[in-house]
């Protein structure tokens, strides 16, 4: 039995003008006014509604050199946050795999923050029950957010550098129940790097060469520098990196 693609497929996060224009325009408009409706799931991309990449460049006078410092920002992804893309790529792979079934499966995300919040929202908008296990010592904010998409939440003693903990737990949870429980492991899946190679990483090609043809920079990337979290992000630097002068550590 085929399964449905509740969300776009990595070209179309890579390329939103690909998506039914249609859906397009209703996800434009609930992101705006109804953020729980899964249209929303169109909206993971870096591109906005006026089809542009989301970035800002700092001005020479803050980095002190000539070349252009670009940063892309992801503010205006559904939760705020790239990371809600990684989320997206590493269920739907699993969707399509067969190993998760809505109104059956239950989504449990480890995570300190971002891709914990973006799991939850993305596994309510697909039908899953979701599970974020956190360190007990995260903000209130984080727990706040997790709630109001509709995802319990199970916490470890700790705080934010208590990683092995949340993972120690996830294989207890799914040891207990494995028919019903999927652990969804931002740092084990390869639809993580997959996400940030295609679409991080194209995203960033093209910026480049959209910024040249409007007279900034030359269309060749000097460096590519990214945070290290899950090591997702830092894909974008394969995907970028015959167009820099080095490799990102």
């Not at 509740?6 to 224009?21: S, V």
């Not at 995300?109 to 979701?130: C, E, H, L, Q």
């Amino acid at each position: 039995m085929s399964l449905p693609i509740t969300g776009p497929t990595f070209e179309e996060m890579l390329h939103p003008q690909r998506i039914d224009a249609d859906i397009r325009a209703r996800a434009q408009a609930a992101s705006q006014h109804d953020p729980l409706d899964p249209v929303n799931l169109f909206s993971i991309s870096w591109r906005g509604a006026d089809g542009r990449v989301s970035y800002d460049i700092l001005p020479p006078e803050l980095t002190g050199v000539s070349a252009p410092i670009v940063v892309l920002y992801g503010r205006d992804f559904p939760t705020g946050s790239h990371k809600v893309g990684a989320a997206y790529a590493v269920l739907l792979e699993r969707l399509l795999a067969g190993d998760a079934r809505p109104g059956h499966t239950t989504c449990v995300w480890p995570s300190t923050g971002n891709y914990g919040i973006g799991g939850a929202w993305v596994g309510g908008r697909m039908g899953f029950r979701n599970l974020v296990i956190m360190p007990q010592r995260m903000s209130a904010e984080r727990f706040e957010r997790i709630r109001a998409y509709g995802a319990d939440i199970d916490t470890v003693p700790g705080g934010e550098s208590d990683v092995v903990s949340l993972y120690d737990r996830a294989v207890e949870l799914e040891r207990c129940d494995p028919e019903h429980i999927l652990v969804l492991n931002q740092f084990s899946s390869m639809a993580n790097y997959r996400f940030h190679y295609y679409v991080t990483g194209n995203s960033i090609v093209e910026l480049a060469a959209e910024l040249a043809a409007e007279g900034v920079g030359r269309g060749r990337i000097a460096a590519y520098v990214s945070a290290m979290g899950s090591a997702g992000t830092i894909a974008a630097g394969d995907r970028t990196s015959h167009l820099t002068s080095f490799r990102p550590a």
